[in-house]
């Protein structure tokens, strides 16, 4: 007699395992240990086997009569369904090791350590959240491009163009890795080039006239917050650095009596290459830098760090803290951000000072090469750069000594956020 679902429910365990029989060779196989299998019998090329459909209660009677009925169909059409699983899980196996998550976490794992960390970790996070969760799965041989396009118009349509057009680059390098590793023919990402609207470089705001920034240099100079602070906003103009080198600056880089600031090389804005092997990049300093380094070493020599946090003197002060400090004089960021100095000092160090561009270029740690394409050292043209800093130190205490009217319409200036 056919089994019910009472009678499946309610088998029990005995010394020796029992079969409890519901025709066409299906049976549910009861240990003495509880368990309760269902196994069908059958026969193949004259040979009798036996397949496992799964246990109960995950599969309940229905679903297994199911199973036994889809494997009679494949054994009328001549096909052992015992072969068939097996040739199902390679498949499966061979999916999930050609798909297209487990192909880029192992480029991600190969590359990475040629990327500083933070980029590196910034592109596994925007496929872990952009791309796997849509196209994880799938075995990266059969992706098409509308396939990629519906995941970057997904990303479009929440306004972060920029992110669509980074996520299409990185699943492109993905894909190439593919096709080196020979898993993959062709970049689909290649079709998709004209696909999204282009994105809008995001700009630092920065003064480059000259009566506007006496303006900002005054209020910037009579700022009064933490002494800390205070030191660092007086700073920045003078030194060509990004707010992070110069807010992470500690103590032993300096040589006060030499007037000189060695930046390591892994805190400057490098592939992750040139950190770990590049030189240090040299700042020559000002007279006015080592008064003010002077008088900020009483306050923080002691520590490691010359701009310590104001909780803890353990870490450096917050990335915030000098925009803040605008923010509190009254300075949007449309009109000036502490990143922008730099490209106040690469526009007006050449138009008004004159000093060549390439000495401006290697001061802000920009790579200039010779006329044989030969990236010039970081010694290179040093007296020249001393000389810059100095002239322009001195020019910036000009400005901020001629208090003149601020006309409401002259704007500042736009730089791309890597100047």
């Known amino acids: 007699m056919a089994l019910t679902d009472l009678a499946v429910r309610s088998a029990k365990p005995a010394e020796k395992q029992q079969k409890l029989f519901d025709g066409g060779g299906l049976h549910l196989l009861v240990t003495p240990a509880g368990g309760k299998r269902w196994v069908l019998k059958y026969r193949f090329g004259g040979k009798e086997k036996s397949l496992a459909m799964g246990t109960y209660p995950d599969v309940c009677l229905s679903d297994a009569r199911k199973k036994r009925e889809d494997a009679r169909g494949k054994l009328a059409a001549g096909i052992d369904p015992?072969?068939?699983?097996?040739?199902?899980?390679?498949?499966?196996?061979?999916?999930?090791?050609?798909?297209?998550?487990?192909?880029?976490?192992?480029?991600?794992?190969?590359?990475?350590?040629?990327?500083?960390?933070?980029?590196?970790?910034?592109?596994?996070?925007?496929?872990?959240?952009?791309?796997?969760?849509?196209?994880?799965?799938?075995?990266?041989?059969?992706?098409?491009?509308?396939?990629?396009?519906?995941?970057?118009?997904?990303?479009?349509?929440?306004?972060?163009?920029?992110?669509?057009?980074?996520?299409?680059?990185?699943?492109?390098?993905?894909?190439?890795?593919?096709?080196?590793?020979?898993?993959?023919?062709?970049?689909?990402?290649?079709?998709?080039?004209?696909?999204?609207?282009?994105?809008?470089?995001?700009?630092?705001?920065?003064?480059?006239?000259?009566?506007?920034?006496?303006?900002?240099?005054?209020?910037?100079?009579?700022?009064?917050?933490?002494?800390?602070?205070?030191?660092?906003?007086?700073?920045?103009?003078?030194?060509?650095?990004?707010?992070?080198?110069?807010r992470q600056a500690e103590w032993t880089e300096f040589d006060l009596d030499t007037r000189m600031w060695s930046v390591p090389s892994s805190r400057m804005k490098r592939r992750k290459a040139a950190k770990q092997n590049g030189l240090d990049h040299l700042v020559p300093l000002s007279t006015q830098a080592v008064k003010i380094l002077n008088d900020l070493y009483l306050l923080t020599g002691r520590g490691r760090f010359v701009f310590p946090g104001l909780r803890s003197r353990e870490r450096p002060m917050s990335d915030m803290a000098l925009s803040a400090a605008f923010k509190r004089m009254g300075i949007d960021s449309e009109t000036a951000l502490p990143h922008g100095w730099r490209a106040t000092a690469r526009t007006l160090a050449v138009e008004v000072l004159e000093v060549p561009a390439e000495v401006v270029e290697m001061q802000l740690s920009h790579e200039v090469r010779d006329s044989l394409g030969r990236a010039y050292n970081r010694t290179q043209w040093i007296d020249a750069r001393r000389d810059l800093m100095q002239r322009w130190a001195d020019y910036l205490d000009e400005l901020a000594s001629k208090p003149r009217p601020v006309t409401a319409s002259r704007k500042s200036e736009q730089f791309s956020q890597d100047a």
């Open 82 to 246: 015992g072969e068939a699983r097996k040739a199902e899980k390679r498949t499966a196996r061979l999916n999930a090791e050609n798909s297209f998550e487990a192909i880029a976490r192992e480029w991600h794992a190969k590359y990475a350590p040629t990327l500083s960390n933070s980029h590196a970790q910034r592109n596994l996070r925007r496929l872990e959240v952009h791309v796997f969760p849509y196209l994880g799965r799938n075995p990266i041989s059969g992706l098409t491009p509308p396939d990629v396009l519906e995941v970057l118009q997904r990303i479009e349509k929440t306004g972060h163009i920029e992110t669509a057009h980074r996520v299409r680059s990185i699943v492109g390098q993905v894909m190439r890795y593919a096709i080196g590793t020979s898993r993959a023919i062709r970049d689909v990402t290649a079709d998709l080039r004209d696909a999204l609207p282009p994105s809008q470089v995001r700009h630092h705001a920065a003064v480059t006239d000259p009566e506007e920034l006496g303006a900002l240099l005054r209020a910037t100079n009579s700022y009064r917050g933490t002494a800390v602070v205070t030191a660092a906003l007086r700073l920045a103009p003078l030194l060509f650095q990004r707010p992070g080198e110069l």
